[in-house]
């Protein structure tokens, strides 16, 4: 089965500076890769998404990048401001109808004013 | 705005009591939803894949009669944990597939269970 793996677990910025967050995976047929934010106490939430047939996916300060050859994508977010500071967890699937997701163990991601 | 609405956010129940947990998709119909459980500061485990009108497939390790689903409608889901105990207390999730492809993409809010 697919194995998603993340990292780091914490992740502390200064409020302006970027944050990178990165996954690999195990599993080559998978084939799309959300990334999710989740504040306490909250689902996830759906922050942007990324289909193999892309290398990269930019909206605003998110963007995500792919590397379908290493099987590993990543997450950036420039300028960061402390309501990005959250739980942030990568997925993998299939794609297919009634698929499963894969995620990741988390990112807490904290910015410091 | 939420697409997917979940009921009720936190329980607080006696031990043995058995407690549904409602998943509601507005505005769209889902034929598959998903039903996920996370410890605190651990990544979510899925449960069971919920079908409109068929049986729910569980994943391993996972007990049918413990957590009985029920996908009724193409807009509800409803995971019932049965004879509840304090190893049940946890935060459930559900989530609906949005585009109907298979990539559930919204999730809900989350319901905290905490079995006395």
């Known amino acids: 089965g697919e194995n998603v793996e993340q990292h780091p677990s914490t992740l502390s910025v200064q409020e302006g500076d970027s944050a990178v967050i990165k996954c690999t995976y195990s599993?080559?047929?998978?084939?799309?890769f959300p990334w999710y934010k989740q504040e306490l106490g909250k689902g996830p939430q759906l922050i942007i998404d990324?289909?193999?047939?892309?290398g990269e996916k930019k909206d605003q300060r998110i963007a995500v990048t792919l590397n379908k050859t290493a099987k590993h994508f990543s997450l950036h977010i420039t300028e960061t401001q402390p309501e990005d500071s959250a739980v942030y967890f990568c997925?993998?699937?299939?794609?297919?109808?009634?698929?499963?997701?894969?995620f990741g163990t988390g990112t807490s991601l904290t910015v410091i004013p | 705005g939420a697409v997917v609405s979940q009921h009720p956010s936190w329980v607080i129940c006696k031990s043995g009591t058995s407690v549904k947990i409602e998943c509601r998709s507005l505005?769209?119909?889902?034929?598959?939803m998903f039903w996920y459980r996370q410890f605190p500061k651990q990544s979510l485990m899925l449960m069971a894949t919920?079908?409109?009108?068929?049986?729910?497939?569980?994943e391993q390790g996972v007990e049918k009669d413990k957590f009985l689903i029920n996908h009724a409608s193409l807009t509800l889901s409803t995971l019932t944990v049965t004879s509840a105990h304090p190893e049940d207390s946890s935060f459930y999730i559900c989530?609906?597939?949005?585009?109907?492809?298979?990539?559930?993409?919204?999730f809900g809010d989350g319901t905290r269970l905490s079995i006395l």
């Open positions: 990324i289909r193999s047939n892309v």
């Open positions: 989530s609906a597939d949005l585009q109907g492809d298979g990539q559930p993409q919204h």
């Open positions: 505005d769209f119909q889902a034929t598959t």
């Open positions: 997925a993998a699937s299939r794609g297919d109808s009634g698929n499963q997701f894969y």
């Open positions: 599993d080559s047929a998978s084939n799309y």
């Open positions: 919920s079908n409109e009108g068929s049986k729910a497939t569980y």
